[in-house]
């Protein structure tokens, strides 16, 4: 597998088709055979955190639909993604007035610190065609809502809001499955919703190699470097 800073991420396999990349996490390549799964990297589907396909202005379609799905308190966990002119910045004050000029609204801060890996994986896909029919772009709590049937209230950083998405974790991939991981890494490295956020990813994965996922939105549009605007859950 080529070395991407955005592959540093957990990465797990699902029965060697899956590969999972989580944006925030550390790279973990352990995980798959704790949850029974095979560790083979050479992954037919990459399920990744990261915004994939962008707008020129205004919100993505996807975003907007994800949001709505999730409802007011747990819509918020859906950043907005970068107008691809303030993709290309190289500083936050060039991102902000590219943003500024485009769509008369600037980014928040928080955005802009992960613009960085946005960059390198619209990068790698423009670069590698390959790579656009085998990387798919995932949101957490979107395969959460999935996953559970409906919007999971409870925050993922409260007790009630990790039990819930753990039972969904230890039911699928059994009861020692995250704290097998839980064990291995350092908490400072990866917490455990970062932990439970790559589950999901890999759930997710799993779901795309069997051919039961679904997009939001349902038909999504392309953007101007033939990048699908999507998520998958």
Not at 39 to 65: F, K, M, N, S, Y
Not at 105 to 114: D, E, N, R, S, V
Not at 145 to 156: C, D, E
């Amino acid at each position: 597998m080529k070395d991407m800073s955005w592959d540093h991420a957990l990465e797990v396999s699902a029965d060697g088709n899956g590969l999972v990349g989580h944006g925030g996490g550390i790279l973990l390549r352990k995980l798959a055979d704790q949850v029974g799964l095979t560790a083979e990297l050479d992954a037919a589907v990459i399920a990744i955190d990261i915004p994939i396909g962008l707008t020129d202005h205004g919100a993505r379609q996807c975003d907007l639909d994800a949001r709505s799905h999730l409802g007011p308190k747990r819509g918020t966990s859906v950043f907005p993604a970068p107008i691809r002119s303030a993709l290309s910045a190289l500083t936050y004050a060039e991102a902000n007035a590219a943003s500024m000029a485009a769509q008369k609204k600037g980014i928040p801060q928080q955005a802009w610190a992960i613009y960085p890996k946005i960059r390198e994986v619209d990068e790698a896909l423009q670069a590698d065609a390959t790579l656009r029919g085998r990387v798919f772009e995932v949101h957490p709590e979107l395969t959460f809502s999935t996953w559970s049937g409906a919007p999971i209230i409870p925050p993922k950083r409260r007790h009630e809001g990790h039990s819930i998405r753990r039972n969904l974790i230890d039911n699928h991939f059994g009861p020692l499955a995250f704290e097998s991981v839980r064990n291995q890494i350092q908490r400072k490295q990866a917490s455990n919703d970062d932990i439970a956020d790559a589950f999901a990813a890999l759930w997710t994965a799993q779901r795309i190699v069997k051919g039961s996922s679904q997009t939001v939105p349902f038909d999504p549009p392309i953007d101007d470097v033939g990048l699908p605007m999507r998520m998958v859950h």
